[in-house]
Nanobody
Framework: QVPLVESGGGSVQAGGSLRLSCAAS????????MGWFRQAPGKEREEVAS???????HYATSVKGRFTISRDNAKTTLYLQMSSLRPEDTAMYYC??????????????????????WGQGTQVTVSS
């Protein structure tokens, strides 16, 4: 298990920016697929972005061009830079790691199911 702790959420006006961080502790972090997901009240958890051990990134259509996922393996930290935020981006944001399945090559999955380790979430609220 790789405990994950998110931070950086908050309240911002539409058009603003936030940078989320996810600190991972444990061995082997750099070998895992990692991802960001979000869940708004009354809605299912949805994908935001994923990143492979080799920095191959994959984005949901709704955030492409506005969000950037990155990882610092030396600091064992995952990031999500969010720009041009919209009210519909309001949600609890979670980082996740797949510590079970071997890296499949190419882009990491953008669905929640393969990810077995989750953080507690950080709230992002965007006002219009």
């Amino acid at each position: 298990q790789v405990p994950l702790v998110e931070s950086g959420g908050g309240s911002v006006q539409a058009g603003g920016s936030l940078r989320l961080s996810c600190a991972a502790s444990g061995y082997g972090y750099s070998s895992y697929c990692m991802g960001w997901f979000r869940q708004a009240p009354g809605k299912e958890r949805e994908e935001v972005a994923s990143i492979s051990p080799y920095d191959v990134t994959h984005y949901a259509t709704s955030v492409k061009g506005r969000f950037t996922i990155s990882r610092d393996n030396a600091k064992t930290t995952l990031y999500l830079q969010m720009s041009s935020l919209r009210p519909e981006d309001t949600a609890m944001y979670y980082c996740a790691a797949d510590t079970i399945h071997p890296y499949p090559g190419g882009a990491c999955p953008l669905i929640p199911q393969p990810y077995n380790t989750w953080g507690q979430g950080t709230q992002v609220t965007v006002s219009s």
